[in-house]
């Protein structure tokens, strides 16, 4: 199936599937063009959020992309066990988190925590800025506003574990250029 298909069957929940879709790589230990390359998209998805338009839309090169069925299959296989504890839990609550206004700011959230994976440091602070990505496509998903909250407080952690990195890394790379 390409991902063109996916997103017409989806309609009005493809920004959520894609939201999931797109985290759901970052949630494991990944080799890093992965992270990049999902957050990307992931911004390009939230920011159409953002714009507030109804259905996600995708260049004609990605639309026609068929996803790797053996990869997909191995990814999924990894995930749905926890995505089924998380299902289990989830259920709507907050439905003003569903209202036009509300999404954008989702798209929002979304779009930064996107940009955070962008330079988030493999293992460090992609898995929690990817697990806070799939928790949020739940929410989205299951139309349940603490499963939002709830990927939103571990973005915010990913994010500073992100920061952490980036200044730990500056630091060492100024104290390497002193002893030189």
Not at 16 to 34: D, E, K, Q, S, Y
Not at 40 to 50: E, G, I, R, S
Not at 112 to 132: D, E, K, N, Y
Request: proline fraction near 7%; charge should be positive.
């Amino acid at each position: 199936m390409t991902l063109g298909e996916v997103t017409q069957v989806l309609e009005g929940r493809a920004f959520a599937i894609l939201t999931v879709v797109l985290g759901l790589p970052n949630c494991l230990p990944m080799l890093p063009p992965i992270p990049f390359l999902c957050g990307l998209l992931l911004l390009f998805v939230a920011l159409q959020m953002v714009y507030g338009r109804r259905t996600p839309w995708l260049p004609r090169r990605l639309r026609e992309r068929s996803v790797d069925r053996e990869q997909a299959a191995n990814a999924l296989n990894r995930a749905v066990p926890l995505f089924r504890r998380l299902e289990q839990w989830s259920r709507p609550r907050f439905a003003f988190m569903q209202t036009p206004w509300a999404l954008r700011v989702i798209g929002v959230l979304l779009a930064t925590l996107s940009f955070s994976l962008l330079w988030a440091i493999p293992f460090v602070g992609q898995i929690p800025l990817g697990f806070a990505i799939c928790l949020v496509g739940l929410g989205l998903v299951e139309k349940d506003g603490a499963a939002i909250v709830a990927g939103v407080l571990v973005g915010l952690m990913g994010i500073t574990a992100t920061l952490f990195s980036i200044y730990a890394l500056i630091i060492w790379i100024l104290e390497q250029i002193r002893i030189l």
